[in-house]
């Protein structure tokens, strides 16, 4: 049986990772320092933890379900202890990216991540309606990376991702330097960036008169219907008096330069901030 050492297995991240690994084909030892996190795997899901050395022993693959700020603490810490060819699976690019993992060429470092259930779904049950994060009810794709080690290892790394990050639908192979395009570049300097903007702007709006929960159905139904179109979930075409507005909105609201955030210096920066 494959063994995982399950690492932060009691935190906000590892615990949804636990839940779904029970009862798995995997052999997961669970590591987790807090006792109110220790308590929760127990009290919740009837699992025990154990101690680094022993999680670590004969383990197959490690995956660190910690902050960003505490994967290269926590993988210098327990770098000495790894056997040649064992896996080291971590949640996020930005760490990889930043180059806080050990340099060890006999280990295999796997990057992987969830895209979260899609806007535009074909959910029905009223649970996966409300997991937006996913990884419980609803489906979602991920993408994932092998960051170095041999070929055949990714196969592994994909399997315990679509176990993790479960239901899932499409599994994407890219890079790291993808992977950090992708975020923190385009899901949370661009996206979460004007998702903010445009709660700002519906604040304006309720400020200026309009009553909140009209303002508030009016911008979702209509991220709802332009979204469509503009991902092209549905053919269609904008009005002339709607794509009048955007020609003309685009240059108030956005620098002509807005792309460089893209940029290798610019993503390396937001990295270093996160970590």
């Given at each position: 049986?494959?063994?995982?050492?399950?690492?932060?297995?009691?935190?906000?991240?590892?615990?949804?990772l636990a839940?779904?690994?029970k009862?798995?084909?995997?052999?997961?030892?669970?590591?987790?320092?807090?006792?109110?996190?220790?308590?929760?795997?127990?009290?919740?899901?009837g699992l025990?933890c154990?101690d680094a050395?022993?999680?670590?022993?004969?383990?197959?693959?490690v995956?660190?379900a910690v902050?960003?700020t505490?994967?290269?603490?926590?993988a210098?810490?327990i770098v000495?202890?790894l056997?040649?060819?064992t896996?080291?699976i971590?949640?996020?690019a930005?760490?990889?990216?930043?180059?806080?993992?050990?340099?060890?060429?006999d280990?295999?470092y796997?990057?992987?991540h969830?895209?979260?259930?899609?806007i535009?779904?074909?959910?029905?049950d009223?649970a996966?309606?409300?997991?937006?994060?996913?990884?419980?009810?609803?489906k979602?794709?991920?993408?994932?990376a092998?960051?170095?080690?041999?070929e055949?290892?990714?196969a592994?790394?994909?399997e315990?991702?679509?176990?993790?990050w479960?239901?899932?639908?499409?599994?994407?192979?890219?890079?790291?330097?993808q992977?950090?395009l992708?975020?923190?570049g385009?899901?949370?300097?661009?996206?979460?960036?004007?998702l903010v903007?445009m709660?700002q702007?519906?604040?304006?709006?309720v400020a200026?008169g309009?009553?909140?929960?009209?303002?508030?159905?009016?911008?979702?139904?209509?991220?709802?219907?332009?979204?469509?179109?503009i991902f092209?979930?549905?053919?269609?075409?904008?009005?002339?008096?709607?794509?009048?507005?955007i020609e003309f909105?685009?240059?108030?609201l956005?620098?002509?330069?807005w792309?460089?955030?893209?940029?290798?210096?610019?993503i390396?920066?937001s990295?270093?901030?996160?970590?």
């Amino acid at each position: 049986m494959t063994s995982i050492a399950l690492f932060g297995a009691g935190g906000k991240m590892g615990y949804r990772l636990a839940k779904n690994l029970k009862g798995s084909r995997f052999d997961v030892r669970h590591v987790e320092l807090s006792d109110a996190g220790r308590g929760r795997l127990q009290t919740d899901l009837g699992l025990a933890c154990v101690d680094a050395d022993t999680a670590l022993s004969g383990a197959d693959v490690v995956v660190l379900a910690v902050p960003d700020t505490a994967i290269g603490k926590v993988a210098a810490g327990i770098v000495d202890k790894l056997v040649a060819g064992t896996i080291v699976i971590v949640l996020d690019a930005a760490a990889p990216a930043a180059g806080h993992l050990p340099k060890r060429d006999d280990l295999t470092y796997f990057v992987t991540h969830p895209c979260h259930p899609p806007i535009f779904n074909d959910e029905t049950d009223p649970a996966a309606k409300r997991d937006f994060f996913g990884g419980v009810a609803a489906k979602q794709h991920i993408v994932s990376a092998l960051m170095q080690g041999p070929e055949e290892h990714f196969a592994l790394g994909e399997e315990v991702a679509k176990v993790i990050w479960a239901p899932v639908m499409r599994s994407h192979r890219v890079t790291v330097e993808q992977i950090a395009l992708l975020e923190p570049g385009l899901s949370e300097t661009v996206c979460a960036s004007l998702l903010v903007v445009m709660r700002q702007a519906m604040d304006e709006c309720v400020a200026r008169g309009v009553p909140k929960e009209a303002a508030r159905d009016f911008l979702l139904g209509h991220m709802n219907v332009l979204g469509a179109v503009i991902f092209e979930e549905t053919p269609g075409v904008f009005s002339d008096a709607c794509n009048k507005a955007i020609e003309f909105g685009i240059p108030v609201l956005m620098k002509d330069d807005w792309k460089k955030v893209f940029e290798p210096e610019e993503i390396a920066e937001s990295i270093r901030r996160i970590t």
